[in-house]
Antibody, heavy 119, light 109 residues
Framework: QVQLQESGPGLVKPSGTLSLTCAVS?????????WSWVRQPPGKGLEWIGE???????NYNPSLKSRVTISVDKSKNQFSLKLSSVTAADTAVYYC????????????WGQGTMVTVSS | QSALTQPASVSGSPGQSITISCTGTSSDVGSYNLVSWYQQHPGKAPKLMIY???KRPSGVSNRFSGSKSGNTASLTISGLQAEDEADYYC?????????FGTGTKVTVL
């Protein structure tokens, strides 16, 4: 069974860059699945950030596209998120997820990591 | 790409059935049979409950069912149980991106 684990700083300064990594275990990141990031501000709903395939192909939320970069490291079986020019509005729990390729649904989720944007 | 619209809250007594609606547009819900539903308990990660409008992943109770008509998808929980009290989110594929619903808090009275 695939498991996902997010890691990265829990505090980022305004105007800085948020960087998170998701380690994939129990399966290969080179499988026929997409790897995605979803976030949830405190007390609010879910927002899709973007996704990557092991080939490096990406899709991003149009509203975040100018600030988001998702990359994959097949040698480490992990993928990463970078969100630039952050503000307090980017404070959220960030989840990494696996989108099962055939059904296009978020099948497996990491436990989530809270990132606060504050000086 | 606005969020899909869900009622803020729905409640029911144990054993009853409830239905949560999820309204999108012809660009998302109306165009793809790729609506999924997620259950989220407080402090936990979401869990996939329904995919491709009406299919259940292995291990999900058959008390959960999904449907779609036009631009609106629905999740029905039958035989409501205390453990079903949670937040529920719909999600639709929209071509090159995904859009989530606003979320519905289900309360078991």
């Amino acid at each position: 069974q695939v498991q996902l684990q997010e890691s990265g700083p829990g505090l980022v300064k305004p105007s800085g860059t948020l960087s998170l990594t998701c380690a994939v275990s129990g399966g290969s990141i080179s499988s026929s699945n997409w790897w995605s990031w979803v976030r949830q501000p405190p007390g609010k709903g879910l927002e899709w950030i973007g996704e990557i395939y092991h080939s490096g192909s990406t899709n991003y939320n149009p509203s975040l596209k100018s600030r988001v970069t998702i990359s994959v490291d097949k040698s480490k079986n992990q993928f990463s998120l970078k969100l630039s020019s952050v503000t307090a509005a980017d404070t959220a729990v960030y989840y990494c997820t696996m989108v099962r390729g055939v059904i296009l649904a978020f099948d497996i989720w990491g436990q989530g990591t809270m990132v606060t944007v504050s000086s | 790409q606005s969020a899909l619209t869900q009622p803020a809250s729905v409640s029911g007594s144990p054993g009853q059935s409830i239905t949560i609606s999820c309204t999108g547009t012809s660009s998302d819900v109306g165009s793809y049979n790729l609506v999924s539903w997620y259950q989220q308990h407080p402090g936990k990660a979401p869990k996939l409950m329904i995919y491709e409008v009406s299919k259940r992943p292995s291990g999900v109770s058959n008390r959960f069912s999904g449907s779609k008509s036009g631009n609106t998808a629905s999740l029905t929980i039958s035989g409501l149980q205390a453990e079903d009290e949670a937040d529920y989110y719909c999600c639709s594929y929209a071509g090159t991106y995904y859009v989530f619903g606003t979320g519905t808090k289900v309360t078991v009275l």
